[in-house]
């Protein structure tokens, strides 16, 4: 992995620069240097040339946010998720990625992006699974540097998030993660130990969550003593958006800048320095770090040189499409029905709502982007008028709403938009505090509401008004539904639609919906009134409709519908934004009668594929009977062009799964131990994924790094050495060659086996990997180096690494479970 252009590290001159700076500053500049300006940015000194950096939401595009005056907004690109980044198994293609996603954060005048996210998929359930990239510490370690060293490489910062053991999303806020010290060390720290060492993120994020009783943000073991001092951390720790819980524990523990600003626990910093509670020299190393910041981005000084960029471009569209395609993967392909013939295909039934669109997940990394292909568009392209298509939506989702259009919406007065009132009291009272017109229905506050949002607007509790004139695009049923912590009322042409419940000073969450039958043409006055609750942190508003499946087919009448085609693809999905931030789901089952379609699909048509827009595995009790599945994950605006590429062998499939499937949720390893609440109890120790499925003979639905080519390759001449000495490197190399007649890559993956060891070991564990492009007939020589961490256990006794002596096995093959090779060393 190349490293150098990513660690930046500051001449000698700027260090001096930055030691003069801090001998000029007050504690109490330095202090307000602790702390964010807003949503988004840091404090600027004017007086000592001191600019600020720009935030922003990642990690795979750039979100657009309106909520600092200090933001440029515009359109960006959303790329494939980074379970899409982790499938591909392509370090270097991500690095591409990265080198975009840093263009595209400088064309928004933006500084660090807040990615990517490494956290471990421990459980097919954790709402975040889709942002987070595998099960694997080994996996997701190398395709995070390959983004972290991309973005960086271009002048902008990367925040290694979230640290630590952010693994479900229920009760994330105060639940605390009970971790043995073994299965930290050896699950889910190693990743981001792999991306400090090789590519100094200049930024890392605490997580929300207790670690063992102490939150992330004050845990002075994982802040001071691992990163820092044991992995050599040289960069900032940023808390999570609301994460900071204390001011004396989390500076002295080592977090260095709490957002969003303004300050809240750091309000009087300087005050508990007078005090003798906290050393002044804990306020200079964070100060320092911050200067360091401002220094590698470009704001130390009059003279800083700030990078230009451009996002939402030709070339960045085409890489989304090339990570998407690399991605997708080939789960089963019974006879080989895919790919199918578009030549001489006639007719073809699409059926899912998923085709008509592209889902993605929810919360914070949802990004907006204009141009987003779907794959009944792309198949309609690419298959040309002499393919007859027979499209249908299937079941209406209730989880596929989308925020109001803004195109239907205006101002009383005609603007675009919608006219907004706010007030600084709970029931709209006297004369609005503050108006302004909104250009987006889904609003979110971070408690910046004293300088980006209206200023001086107590933040605490207040209320709004929304007011807009709604024309109707279509003669539908529309169901008007709004999502609101705190309380929230629609109205429309003066009739109330629906309430939440009755506003109270704890309420977290409502939520209301209505079905309304619109008139195509016709204008109607459309009000929304909501009070947010003061306990809420961040603040949520959003209002978005659905609309209602009118046909309502049934199972049986989709199959006939599949019977009169020649083939048929049923798209699935959990639905837009069921996978998200802030929320864990119940169940790995698929929502509405998803199931039901697809097994009367299958039976009417024997050609049958199934395309799952997932982030994370779903139950598919048809799995045994449909002949041919993609995953497909949520591929980004590219995602339904890669997917056509796919179904119609423009592409050949090689992506790998990045986790393991199982059968049934009951299965998976978490199963007893997932849940939020006050404690959650890691249970499962070291055995997460394929280690537990392995450990326990237990065969998944499909195994981790399985993924299925249209051509086939063969492994031969493993070479390795009988005997080798603990501590020094062991090469291992085979040999694979494409015996097809497509052209393809392959994923030579290579697991360890501890044969014998003084602690309970997984039966084998992946410590190599490699994707190679093969021609027909053309045969390649891949080589492994493996350190002495690749035989290693952590030893709990020592506190340190272990290696034991004895015989390893050496695994080489296409998947966890597709071992094509074996060999043995001892190891002295």
Known sequence: MMTSSATLSLSAATRKQIDALMRKMTLSEKCSLLSGRDNWCTVAIPRLDLGYLIMTDGPHGVRPDVSSPLRVTGETTYFPTGVSMAATWNPELIRELGVALAEETRALGCDVLLGPCVNIVRSPLAGRNFESMSEDPFLAGRIAAGWVDGIQSQGVGASLKHFACNNQENDRFRGSSEVDERTLREIYLPQFE???KHCQPWTVMCSYNRINGTYASENTYLLNDILRREWGFEGLVVSDWGAVHSTVEAVAAGLDLEMPGPAKYRLNLSETVANWQLSEEAVDASARRVLELLAKTGHLGKDGHVIKGSANTKAHHQLARK??????TLLKNAGGLLPLPAGKLRSLAVIGEPAFCT?????????????????LDAIRKLVGSKVNIKAEYGCKLSHLATPVDLKLLSTPD??????????????????PYGTRVETTSDLWWFGAAEQAFIPGLPFGSFSGRWTAILTAEATETVKFCLDIQGFGRMLLDG??????????PDANWGTGNAEVQLIKGRKYEFVMEFVKSPEAMPCHVKFYTEELDAAGKTPREYGQLAASCEAAIVFVTYGEGVESEGSDRPDMKLPGNQDAIVAAVCRANP???????????VEMPWA?????????????????????DILFGK??????????????LEDNPSYLHFMGGRQVHYGEGVFVGYRYYDTKNLAPRFPFGHGLSYTTFEYTKLQLPKTAAAGGLVTVQATVKNVGKMAGQEVVQLYVADREASVRRPVKELKGFVKIALKPGESRTVKFELDARAFAFYDVIARNWKVEPGKFDFLVGSSSRDIRLQGTIDLK
Do not use: C, M
């Open 359 to 375: 889902p993605q997940g929810g919360g914070s990394s949802t990004i907006s982007s204009p141009h987003r292909v779907a794959s």
């Open 651 to 664: 592409v050949n499939p090689s992506g790998k799964l990045a986790s393991s499937y199982p059968k049934r």
């Open 414 to 431: 005609g603007k675009p938009g919608i006219q907004a009132e706010y007030y600084d009291n709970t029931d709209w009272s006297g004369k």
């Open 194 to 196: 792999y991306v400090v």
């Open 607 to 617: 050609k049958t594929i199934v395309v799952v827009n997932t982030g994370t595995p």
């Open 495 to 504: 009739k109330v639609l629906f309430q939440t419940h009755p506003y109270q």
């Open 323 to 328: 990570v998407a395609s690399e991605a997708i």
């Open 624 to 644: 045994d009977q449909v002949p041919a599945i993609l995953q497909a994950y949520y591929s980004g605006q590219e995602g339904g062009n890669a997917i056509a």
